[in-house]
């Protein structure tokens, strides 16, 4: 069954801590990403990637990190920098990032720190 | 940069009512569009995308879209709209080789 897994689907942290979102994508793409969706916001794109080995900042990649080191893995981090780290973090891939490819999405992970 | 703006942030509709929901985006150049749902619980998915050939695109579930480019505009329509609709719908824009621009997304409920 092809498609995209994120966990967890709830998570729990304290301020001040790193933590680290999976999203595993076995439809064999070349382009994740990772979004951020707070109510009344849409979707803002933290982080992006083409390729293995490489990624690009979104539009709100202070306080992120992520790594592309295989294919199928497109891990975030969220780190003790970011002001307001409560959210709900999609994580999506698709064929290319140009060219009219239609993006799919995980389930999500609802972060909170407290 | 590009910008996409969803005029509506919750519409409210009866059952067998008829649907428009607005998407404008401010990049003049080609443009790909799509339309994303987000049904209660599930991932969101595409509706519908336009990237060539004739401006009006239908998608799934009765939904359609007219790209009217001298209006930089993407609406999105459905004729008849059922309780199952209910969702959150999103406007996207893809323009040149950087990733899709999401406007702030309309929440649409529809009651019986």
């Known amino acids: 069954d092809g498609g995209i897994t994120q966990s967890p689907k709830y998570l729990f942290r304290k301020e001040g801590q790193n933590v680290t979102l999976s999203c595993e994508q076995n439809?064999?793409?070349?382009?994740m990403y990772w979004y951020r969706q707070d109510p009344g916001q849409g979707l803002r794109l933290i982080y992006y990637?083409?390729?293995?080995?490489?990624?690009q900042k979104g539009d709100i990649a202070e306080g992120y990190s992520v790594s592309r080191e295989k294919k199928e893995s497109f891990p975030l981090t969220v780190t003790s920098a970011q002001k307001n780290p409560t959210a709900f973090y999609l994580c999506?891939?698709?064929?290319?990032?140009?060219?009219?490819?239609?993006?799919?999405f995980g389930p999500g992970t609802r972060l909170t720190v407290t | 940069a590009q910008s996409v703006s969803q005029h509506n942030h919750h519409v409210i509709l009866s059952e067998a009512a008829s649907l428009e929901l607005g998407c404008n985006y401010s990049?003049?150049?080609?443009?790909?569009l799509f339309w994303y749902v987000q049904y209660p619980g599930q991932h969101l998915q595409l509706l519908l995308k336009?990237?060539?050939?004739?401006?009006l695109v239908k998608g799934i579930k009765g939904f359609e879209a007219e790209f009217i480019k001298s209006k930089f505009s993407f609406n999105l329509r459905k004729p008849s709209v059922q309780w199952s609709d209910t969702a959150e719908y999103f406007c996207?824009?893809?323009?040149?080789?950087?990733?899709?621009?999401f406007g702030k997304g309309t929440r649409l409920s529809v009651i019986a």
């Open positions: 439809l064999n793409h070349d382009a």
């Open positions: 990637s083409q390729i293995v080995n490489d990624f």
């Open positions: 996207a824009v893809e323009s040149g080789n950087t990733p899709l621009v």
């Open positions: 999506a891939s698709s064929l290319g990032l140009a060219g009219a490819y239609e993006q799919y």
């Open positions: 336009y990237f060539s050939g004739d401006p």
């Open positions: 990049y003049g150049g080609t443009v790909n």
